[in-house]
């Protein structure tokens, strides 16, 4: 007998899971776990916990407590602001080696851990039961803070807010003794810790302690067939790229182009659009760039998916006096679609700052005049200073503000103005370019985009703490109520319950009742 026709013996491993591991200054690690995406902001932690268990989540917790040393949190690293690497924070947990998705049958939901990468998330539903999640559309983004944050992406419109879809969450928190537990949160209403699972529902990481595991079942499913307990993903889609240049865009073409685009998505994100498999964001990036791009995603199996792809792109480029440059127009399969670079975010090795805003109408003549002035400096031409106006509405505005944390739930569009640069001495200049811009592009609300106007407040996701100082948030209007609204009270309320100590916080945290 050959060895080849000897009988199959199945190899063994025994291999251990990452973590506990504690990596401090000395550790060749460090220079890494120190920092998150934004390299704006390098953390001096005296350590960095990584953990691979919800127990060791719990020690870790416990440990930094009776230490006395402050805790952040970190998922996947995609923080706008110094929240994790702020100078008070002592110990980091880090929960990237918790990325484990997979289908739970005793809650009858799937199971997402906290450290899992949105684009392991897709992949995982998407080969194991051909389902997903209407996530965002970074796949280095991680699961951890983008949930809890009320995270949205390119099939938000047709389904909801990825937190629209949470069922359950595990919480390591810290009591009014100190003492470092686990607690499961379901939206079930007769669950008394339901108040727990509606605070993770649009109020941001680092309010109320460590998320380790997610559950997602969606709105309303029943049976136990795992395929139809979440939204079926698509087999294909349509992307495209189209690109303005800015020779020979006037300001009232320019104009033209953004009211367009405005008003096209006022007209079609009701609930019931025949629109809502189609997702776009426009790019207005400064004159220095050369052009403004437009980037769109449509089901394929959507009717009439193509037609209704040129027929956008049409509408909003109609009367802007300049020809759109087509750059990608395919049909591809939807997977594969998820690492698309169209919808990413930065490089990892960019600094950054970004400004949110929810809009609830078309953009006024204020509006637009704020836009063509500093997108066309000419005292500062730096291409990779830009707007990004993403699609929103549709089944995210089927929900009354308080169903969950997310108040925000009329507008058409997420909007930011940002900036990414490499250099830190090139900081100030950058920093007062998107600053000044957003304070101009909201000067009829005070700096900052009012509530239930045209505006309607700010993403917590994409934080911006420039809101509490009064030089750029002259408003009268608290940073509290911009990203909260009316939800705010419940959430301190939640607060006083389940983080009294106030162990988890940051600069944009929800604060305990006076």
């Known amino acids: 007998m050959t060895l080849l026709d000897s009988p199959a013996t199945a190899a063994t491993a025994d291999v251990a899971p990452l973590g506990p591991n504690t990596v401090g200054s000395a550790d060749n690690r460090y220079a890494d776990l120190r920092r998150g995406t934004n390299q704006r902001f390098e953390g001096n932690p005296e350590y960095i916990r990584l953990v691979s268990s919800t127990a060791q989540v719990v020690t870790a917790v416990q440990q930094a407590v009776n230490a006395g040393k402050k805790i952040a949190v970190r998922s996947g690293g995609h923080c706008y602001e110094d929240f994790v690497t702020n100078p008070a924070v002592k110990v980091v947990i880090d929960l990237s080696p918790m990325s484990e998705v997979g289908f739970d049958t005793t809650r009858n939901a799937f199971v997402i851990e906290a450290g899992a990468k949105l684009g392991q998330v897709y992949e995982r539903l998407f080969k194991g039961w051909g389902v997903t999640v209407p996530a965002g559309a970074c796949p280095t983004v991680g699961a951890g803070g983008h949930v809890q944050g009320g995270g949205y992406g390119a099939l938000s419109r047709k389904h909801g807010l990825v937190s629209d879809h949470l069922y359950a969450v595990e919480v390591v928190v810290v009591d009014a003794a100190g003492t470092a537990k686990a607690v499961v949160a379901t939206r079930e209403a007769s669950d008394p810790h339901r108040d727990l699972w509606w605070a993770h529902t649009g109020a941001g990481g680092g309010n109320f302690g460590v998320v380790t595991r997610y559950w997602m079942r969606a709105p309303g499913a029943t049976g136990t067939t795992p395929s139809l307990l979440l939204p079926k993903a698509p087999s294909e889609v349509w992307i495209s ?166 108040a925000q739930r009329d507008s058409i569009l997420k909007v930011q103005t940002a900036v990414l640069w490499t250099d830190p001495a090139d900081d100030a200049k950058h920093l007062a370019w998107v600053r000044e811009f957003f304070r101009d592009l909201y000067s009829e609300t005070g700096g900052v985009p009012g509530l239930d106007g045209v505006t309607d407040g700010m993403f917590i996701n994409y934080a911006d703490v420039d809101v509490k100082d009064p030089n750029w948030n002259p408003s009268g209007t608290p940073w509290q109520q911009l990203y909260f609204k009316g939800n705010y009270p419940a959430l301190q309320q939640a607060k006083a319950r389940w983080d009294p100590r106030n162990t988890f916080s940051h600069a944009l945290s929800v604060e305990l009742p006076a």
Request: glycine fraction near 8%.
């Open 241 to 406: 790229t189209v690109n303005w240049p800015w020779e020979g865009l006037t300001k009232a073409g320019f104009g033209r182009l953004m009211q367009n685009y405005a008003q096209w998505h006022l007209d079609n994100s009701a609930p019931g659009s025949p629109q809502l498999s189609l997702f776009s964001e426009l790019k207005p990036a400064h004159r220095a760039a050369g052009a403004i791009s437009l980037t769109t995603q449509v089901e394929a199996s959507a009717p009439n998916a193509e037609q209704m792809l040129k027929d956008f792109v049409a509408y909003v480029g109609a009367g802007t006096g300049v020809t759109a440059q087509v750059a990608d127009h395919r049909k591809v399969p939807w997977l594969h679609a998820t690492q698309w670079s169209g919808f990413t975010g930065p490089d990892p090795l960019f600094r950054f700052k970004g400004k949110p805003a929810y809009q609830r109408k078309n953009f006024t003549a204020a509006q637009i005049d704020a836009m063509y002035k500093h997108l066309t400096r000419t005292d500062y031409a730096h291409p990779a200073a830009l707007m990004l106006i993403s699609a929103y509405g549709g089944k995210v505005n089927e929900l009354a503000p308080a169903a969950t944390a997310v």
